[in-house]
């Protein structure tokens, strides 16, 4: 089945650090790629997606590029604020074969930024 | 321009007691996914309904697992005779589509469920 990748935390960065998420899937059918993040207590947010090869998905600062080639979906941000402490999840969206397209996610990343 | 809401936020169930999880979709959704997220975990789907229909219940435990989502009020996910296993945070998410990969869904706060 399809299934999605990502690397494991916890990540710990000072303020203003490069940041590198990798996240890799597998999936039988052209699945759309997503970023989610969710905060402490609350729900997940849509922080991006990409819907075809090459597209890049960008928010707040942040972006990640669909390369088909790698399967991959890697979530990049420059600098990085103490307000980007989060958990980060890596998602694909493909026909499950049983009537929906749903959301398959990675195990998630703690990000934590330090002053 | 309210989002989903779900309740109750938290909820404490004895094991063999039954558990009732409440989604509201958002303002002209009507399409909703409940997914499960146990602790460590990413989330993992569980079913999608449309109004009235039970799309896709592929993720659904076979036995004590019901939902619902009826032309009037919230959808409903019901949980029979409670085990500690069934401890996890519930997600309801709404989509105004359903039948395309790039639909975006949105995320209720969650249920966080504890079987004592």
């Known amino acids: 089945g399809d299934s999605v990748t990502q690397m494991e935390g916890p990540v710990t960065l000072s303020e203003e650090a490069f940041l590198t998420i990798n996240c890799t899937y597998t999936?039988?059918?052209?699945?759309?790629l997503f970023w989610y993040v969710q905060y402490p207590g609350e729900g997940l947010q849509l922080l991006l997606k990409a819907t075809k090869a090459d597209d890049k998905g960008s928010n707040k600062g942040f972006e990640a590029t669909y390369r088909k080639e790698t399967t991959s979906f890697h979530l990049e941000k420059g600098s990085v604020q103490v307000s980007d402490s989060a958990v980060y999840f890596c998602a694909l969206s493909a026909y499950s074969g049983a009537g929906s397209y749903q959301l398959t996610f990675g195990k998630g990343t703690k990000l934590s930024v330090i002053p | 321009n309210a989002g989903v809401m779900q309740n109750p936020r938290h909820l404490v169930r004895r094991r063999g007691q039954e558990a009732r999880l409440r989604c509201s979709p958002m303002k002209g959704h009507s399409h909703v996914y409940w997914y499960r997220q146990l602790p460590e975990e990413g989330l993992k789907f569980m079913v999608y309904?449309?109004?009235?229909?039970?799309?896709?219940e592929s993720g659904m435990p076979k036995e004590r697992f019901s939902a619902e989502f009826p032309k009037e009020g919230p959808s409903i996910l019901r949980i029979q005779q409670v085990v500690r296993g069934d401890s996890a945070a519930y997600f309801c998410?709404?989509?105004?589509?359903?039948?395309?990969?790039?639909?975006?869904?949105?995320f209720g706060p969650g249920t966080r469920l504890t079987v004592l």
């Open positions: 309904l449309q109004k009235e229909n039970i799309i896709d």
């Open positions: 999936a039988t059918g052209y699945p759309s």
């Open positions: 998410a709404s989509s105004l589509g359903g039948q395309v990969a790039y639909n975006e869904q949105f």
